[in-house]
């Protein structure tokens, strides 16, 4: 969902003209659980992805945010003056529109497209949570290791991944053992090509 894909040329030029674009490197913190949200970030180039985190430690892969989206959490929290209940985390260096949140509101009134994005992002991001909940549910190790891969594949553009098995364990809260022992089990049914710290899909 790509605020680019639908707004006209005036909000683009309204969105282009903002002088709140921040660059982020990778492994930047831009949204805390619990913190209070005062601004919408609009990914502009780079990658962000959305977790949410447990006190012990553990947490768990949400969603990926990619050039043109936003948090649909940070908008809701935002607008209710509520704290976030994710965290959303650089994956790869971005430059973010750090949108205000009185800015947010005006443009539900003057752009219909920028509510029609509301309301189509809070609806792919609830398929995402199904799919993800589902995945938990009723899908093996492996189904959803795969399914990772492919996400951070088509994330990458790019078929070899740099990624820790750790990491993997960490975005799908289990034990960095079990993904090292699916990896394994995956690479001898000829999926993937493992090597240290990098993963290739076949």
């Not at 607008?79 to 430059?95: F, M, N």
């Not at 909940?133 to 990772?148: E, G, M, P």
């Not at 078929?159 to 993997?168: D, F, G």
């Amino acid at each position: 969902m790509n605020i680019y894909d639908i707004a006209d040329p005036e909000f683009k030029k309204e969105i282009s003209a903002s002088r709140d674009l921040k660059h982020f490197p990778a492994g930047s913190v831009i949204l805390d659980i619990n913190s209070y949200v005062n601004y919408i970030p609009l990914v502009m180039s780079g990658s962000v992805k959305v977790v949410r985190t447990e006190e012990d430690g553990r947490e768990i892969l949400l969603y990926y945010l990619t050039p043109g989206e936003s948090c649909i959490s940070s908008i809701l929290s935002g607008l209710a003056q509520d704290t976030s209940k994710v965290k959303a985390i650089v994956e790869e260096d971005a430059e973010i529109l750090m949108l205000s949140l009185s800015k947010g509101k005006e443009w539900l009134t003057k752009y219909p497209e920028w509510s029609t994005f509301v309301f189509q992002l809070y609806h792919k991001r609830f398929e995402d949570l199904v799919t993800m909940v589902n995945s938990i549910a009723f899908q093996k190790v492996d189904v959803r290791l795969l399914y990772l891969l492919d996400q951070k594949s088509q994330l990458y553009k790019s078929k070899e991944l740099s990624v820790t098995h750790q990491q993997l364990a960490d975005e799908l809260g289990i034990t960095r053992e079990a993904v090292s022992r699916v990896l394994k089990q995956i690479e001898t049914e000829g999926k993937i090509k493992l090597s240290r710290n990098k993963i290739t899909l076949l």
